[in-house]
C-alpha cells in the first residue's frame, strides 16, 4: 500500500469524490425513473380495472320502462278484494289491445314477455293507493322485461341472425313500435337501490345485501373492537414478559395470515353445528369476521400503543395514577388514531370478504330484505358473487353496478379513516 | 432576568475560592483511598424524612446500586452528583418506586418513611407517587390544555370536586412553580406549545398540585438553557422551604449552588455524603476529590 502511495502523485479525496459523481447520479436517476414507472403501472391497472367496472356497470342504475294503456275492469279487480285481483291479466289485456293482429299462443307469450312480471305488482300498488281508479281506463310506466332493457341500451345486435339473439324479429317490431309512440323510455333504476335479490334482473336490487353487509359489520365491530383493543392494553402494557405471552403473540400474528375460508369452517363447525345458531344470518357472520378480524386489530393497536412516548405514561404514574388511570387518560386517547386506522382497515377488509360466509350459508338466494341479525340474509361481495354466476345478461351489469356499490362503501370507509385519524391527532 | 444575574455572580465568587481552598486541603488532610468503596460522611441526620437502609438494586444480573444507607432530612434540598451510570437516578426512582415499572429490576432494602417500609410489598404505590412527586429529565407534559396537566392529578386523587376549588389549585400551583404571570392568559392552550423551561415549570406545577411531600427531580435542567435553569434553581430554594427535594445532576455548580447535602456516587456506590461545603471544598474521599476537581467524569 504504502509503496503504491509513494509511486503516484498524491491523491486528494475530493478527486476521488467527483470522479465517482456521474455515476452515483445517473444510478439515483435511475432508481428514480424505476419508481415512477412502477406508479404508472399501477395507476394504469387501477384505470383499467375501473374503466373496464364503470363501462359495464353504468347501465345499471338505469332501467327500460315501457308505457301501457289499461282498462282497470271492475270485473276482473274486486273493489272489496284489492290483493285478490287478476292484474296481470289487465296488463296483457293492455298488450293485446296496442297489437291487435297478433294471434296464436306462442306468439302472445313473446308479446306478454314484453313487460316485466313485476308490472303487475306495481299496478296492484296504483290501485291499493288510488282505488277510486277501477273502471276507467288508465296509462302506466311499467318496467320492461330485462331483455327488452339490454336490447333497448344497445347490447344487443339487431344485424345478427334471429336464432343467435335473444329478443326475435316480432319483439323487435313491437319495441320498434313503441319507440315511434314514444312509449319506451330509461328512467333512473330505484329498484336497483331498495329491493332485495330476485330471479328477475330488472326487479333485482342490492338493498338486501347492503342491510346485510351493514348487520354483518356491526356485529363484528361490536365484538372485534373491544375484544381487540382490550386485547392489545393487557399484552402491550400489564402482560408479565414470559414464554406464555411470547407463545400467544406469535399466535396472534399467525392467525393474521390463516386464509379466511378457514375461518368459515371453523364457524360451521362452532357457532352453527355445535351451538346451533341459524344459518345464513348476519349474526353468525359477524362472529366468524370478528374471528378474521381480530389479529389485525390486536396488532395495530398494539403498534399504536407502542408508538406513544413512554415519557407520557411516566409522567402520570409520577404524579399517582394507577396503570389503569395512565393508560385510559393518556395512552389510549394518543394511541386511538392509530387503533382507529386498523380498526377500519380490518372493517373494510371484513366488508369484501366472501369466502368464510360461503361456508355459512350466506350464499343463499334471499329476496327479503333482512330485519334483524339473526334473519337470513346475503352481504355486497356474495351478492356479487351470485349475479356474476347468473346467465342472464342484464345481471351482467348488474354485477358491475354492485361492484360499484361495494367500492363506494371501501372508499367512504377509508375516507372516515382518514378524518378520524385527523381529528384524533396531537402533537406532543 | 435578576435571577439570571445573581446566580451568575454567585457562582463566579464561588469557584475560583472553591477550587483554591480544595488544593490547599488537598495537600494537607490525607484522602481515603480510592479502592475502598464504604461511604464515608456522614449518612444519617436527626429527625429525618425518609431513611434508606441496605438498599440494593440489580437489572437482570447487573447490580446497579450496592448497599446504600442514606437519609433525606426534612426541606432540606439533596444533591446526587456522580458519573453516568454510577446508580443516582435509579437510585431516585427507588425513593417512589417508579423502579417497579422496569420488568427486570429487583429492589431489596427498606426505606422508611413515617415510619412505614415503602418498599415493602405490601404497599400501594399510588398514594407513595402522590406524596413523592417525581419531575423527569425531559420535559414530559400532557398534551392537553395547561389547566388540564395541573389538574390531573387532583382529579384523579379527589382532592378537589367543587369547579373554584379546582380553579384555585390551579392558579397556587402556577404560582408556586412561577409560571402563572407567563401563562395565566392562556390556561387552555396545550401545554406541549410551552418553551422548553416552562414546559419544566409546568411539569413542576403538575408536581405540586398534588401537595406532595417530597420532591424528587431527576436532571430536570439538563434539556435546558442557562435562562430556564437559572429560575427552576430559584424556585428549588423557594420550594425546599415547604418540601424536600432530592435532585440528580449532572452540573456540580448546579448542586453546588442549590443542595444542602451533596452525596457522590461511583458505579453503583454511595462514596461520600456531607453537607455541600464540605464535599466541594473538603471531599474526604479520594474519588470525591477526582471527580469534583474535573479529574474524570
Known amino acids: 500500500m504504502n509503496n503504491q502511495q509513494a509511486d503516484t502523485a498524491p491523491r486528494r479525496a475530493i478527486d476521488v469524490i467527483n470522479a465517482g459523481m456521474d455515476r452515483r447520479k445517473r444510478s439515483e436517476k435511475r432508481f428514480q425513473l424505476l419508481g415512477k414507472l412502477s406508479i404508472a403501472l399501477a395507476i394504469g391497472f387501477l384505470a383499467m380495472l375501473l374503466g373496464s367496472i364503470v363501462s359495464k356497470g353504468y347501465g345499471a342504475f338505469q332501467q327500460t320502462y315501457v308505457k301501457l294503456d289499461v282498462h282497470l275492469d271492475a270485473a276482473k279487480i274486486d273493489a272489496e278484494n284489492l290483493n285478490k285481483g287478476n292484474y296481470s291479466g289487465v296488463i296483457k289485456e293492455g298488450l293485446r289491445n296496442m297489437f291487435p293482429d297478433v294471434s296464436g299462443r306462442r306468439e302472445k307469450r313473446k308479446l306478454y314477455s314484453l313487460v316485466s312480471q313485476s308490472a303487475a305488482y306495481q299496478l296492484q300498488a296504483k290501485v291499493i293507493e288510488e282505488p277510486g281508479l277501477i273502471g276507467q281506463a288508465i296509462s302506466i310506466w311499467v318496467p320492461a322485461d330485462d331483455e327488452v332493457d339490454v336490447f333497448f341500451k344497445g347490447h344487443i345486435n339487431r344485424d345478427i341472425a334471429e336464432e343467435d339473439r335473444r329478443i326475435k324479429d316480432n319483439q323487435i317490431r313491437w319495441i320498434d313500435h313503441f319507440i315511434e309512440q314514444n312509449r319506451i323510455e330509461k328512467r333512473f333504476n330505484t329498484t336497483f337501490f331498495n329491493a332485495g335479490d330476485s330471479r328477475n334482473p330488472e326487479s333485482a336490487g342490492i338493498w338486501g345485501a347492503v342491510v346485510g353487509s351493514f348487520y354483518t359489520l356491526l356485529v363484528t365491530l361490536l365484538l372485534s373492537f373491544p375484544v381487540g383493543v382490550a386485547s392489545a392494553i393487557y399484552l402491550e402494557e400489564f402482560a408479565p414478559k414470559n414464554k406464555f405471552i411470547d407463545f400467544i403473540e406469535v399466535n396472534i400474528n399467525n392467525l393474521a395470515a390463516v386464509p379466511s375460508i378457514i375461518f368459515g369452517l371453523l364457524g360451521l363447525a362452532i357457532f352453527i353445528n355445535f351451538f346451533g345458531l341459524p344459518r345464513s344470518a348476519s349474526f353468525v357472520g359477524g362472529l366468524v369476521l370478528t374471528l378474521m378480524t381480530l389479529p389485525t386489530i390486536i396488532i395495530s393497536s398494539r403498534a399504536a400503543l407502542k408508538s406513544v412516548p413512554p415519557s407520557i405514561k411516566q409522567a402520570a404514574l409520577g404524579v399517582g395514577a394507577s396503570p389503569m388511570q395512565a393508560i385510559f387518560y393518556h395512552v389510549l386517547p394518543l394511541a386511538m388514531p392509530g387503533i382507529l386506522t386498523g380498526t377500519i382497515l380490518g372493517m373494510a377488509q371484513a366488508l369484501g370478504e366472501s369466502a368464510p360466509l360461503l361456508m355459512i350459508g350466506m350464499v343463499a338466494f334471499i329476496v327479503d330484505i333482512p330485519a334483524g341479525i339473526f334473519d337470513p340474509s346475503t352481504v355486497l361481495p356474495v351478492q356479487i358473487f351470485l349475479w356474476a354466476d347468473s346467465p342472464e345478461r342484464a345481471f351482467l351489469e348488474r354485477t358491475s353496478g354492485a361492484i360499484m356499490v361495494l367500492l363506494g362503501f371501501l372508499v367512504l370507509m377509508n375516507m372516515v379513516a382518514v378524518i378520524l385519524r385527523k381529528q384524533f391527532e396531537r402533537r406532543w | ?297
Open chain 2, 1 to 297: 432576568m435578576n435571577v439570571e444575574q445573581e446566580t451568575g455572580q454567585k457562582e463566579m465568587e464561588l469557584n475560583p475560592a472553591q477550587t483554591k481552598e480544595a488544593m490547599d486541603l488537598q495537600s494537607k488532610t490525607p484522602k481515603v483511598d480510592r479502592e475502598n468503596r464504604e461511604t464515608v460522611g456522614d449518612v444519617r441526620v436527626d429527625d429525618p424524612r425518609m431513611r434508606c437502609t441496605d438498599i440494593n438494586v440489580h437489572y437482570g444480573d447487573k447490580h446497579a446500586i450496592k448497599g446504600l444507607n442514606l437519609d433525606v432530612g426534612k426541606k432540606e434540598i439533596l444533591s446526587m452528583i456522580g458519573p453516568s451510570g454510577c446508580g443516582k437516578s435509579t437510585f431516585l426512582r427507588c425513593l417512589n418506586r417508579m423502579n417497579d415499572t422496569i420488568d427486570s429490576c429487583r429492589v431489596t432494602g427498606t426505606i422508611e418513611m413515617d415510619g412505614v417500609d415503602i418498599n415493602g410489598k405490601s404497599i400501594d404505590v399510588v398514594p407513595l407517587r402522590a406524596s413523592v412527586g417525581m419531575v423527569f429529565q425531559k420535559p414530559n407534559p400532557f398534551p392537553k390544555s395547561i389547566r388540564e396537566n395541573i389538574l390531573f392529578g387532583p382529579r384523579i386523587h379527589g382532592l378537589a370536586t367543587d369547579k373554584d376549588d379546582l380553579e384555585e389549585i390551579v392558579v397556587n400551583s402556577l404560582k408556586k412553580a412561577g409560571l402563572w404571570d407567563e401563562v395565566k392568559d392562556r390556561l387552555d392552550q396545550p401545554g406541549t406549545g410551552l418553551s422548553g423551561g416552562q414546559q419544566q415549570r409546568l411539569c413542576i406545577a403538575r408536581t405540586i398540585a398534588v401537595e406532595p411531600e417530597i420532591i424528587l427531580m431527576d436532571e430536570p435542567c439538563s434539556a435546558l438553557d442557562p435562562i430556564s435553569t437559572a429560575a427552576i434553581e430559584e424556585l428549588m430554594l423557594e420550594l425546599s422551604e415547604s418540601y424536600s427535594i432530592c435532585i440528580v445532576t449532572h452540573s456540580m455548580q448546579q448542586a453546588a449552588r442549590v443542595s444542602n447535602r451533596t452525596a457522590y456516587f461511583h458505579l453503583g456506590d454511595l462514596i461520600e455524603v456531607g453537607t455541600t461545603d464540605q464535599v466541594f471544598n473538603a471531599p474526604l474521599h479520594q474519588l470525591t476529590e477526582d471527580y469534583i476537581t474535573g479529574r474524570f467524569g
